[in-house]
């Protein structure tokens, strides 16, 4: 095995581990698996978009998400790991509405750790319907 197969091994195995926590809920699970400088963007144009730091961001995201999407029913449709990066193909519904949102995750990892986290979404027209108050913001 060579050093990036060894690399992308432990990357895949993180970050399915990483949303196996988010999706039982376990927040302080996930926490383990991140940086404690860890960045999280999300699109400037939700409600709650912008960047978050450190673990405290992810708290902070996690519940303005929460508002939003069914959360706990996120499905992870597959990952494509390489090295230090993982990208989830995953989607969930959106509270209020018949929508299913689609969105891709990036994450890089650095010494075993999640340090970055962005978030890409495709027809993200529900998640603007949203009002900001429902929102979180």
């Given at each position: ?30 926490m383990g698996f991140l940086s404690d400088d860890v960045v999280i963007y ?35 449709h597959y990952f494509v790991v390489d090295g230090d990066r993982a990208l ?50």
């Amino acid at each position: 095995m060579t050093a990036t197969e060894s690399q992308t091994a432990q990357s895949r195995s993180i970050v399915e581990q990483f949303y196996d926590a988010g999706l039982r809920g376990d927040i302080e699970t996930m926490m383990g698996f991140l940086s404690d400088d860890v960045v999280i963007y999300e699109p400037a144009f939700l409600a709650y978009g912008g960047k978050y730091r450190g673990k405290q961001g992810l708290q902070a995201i996690y519940e303005k998400v929460l508002q939003v999407t069914d959360v706990m029913q996120l499905k992870v449709h597959y990952f494509v790991v390489d090295g230090d990066r993982a990208l989830a193909i995953a989607g969930f519904p959106v509270n209020g509405t018949e929508d299913y949102t689609l969105f891709a995750e990036e994450s890089r990892l650095v010494d075993g750790k999640i340090v970055e986290i962005r978030l890409y979404y495709y027809e993200p027209q529900s998640l603007l319907r949203v009002p900001a108050t429902e929102a979180g913001v």
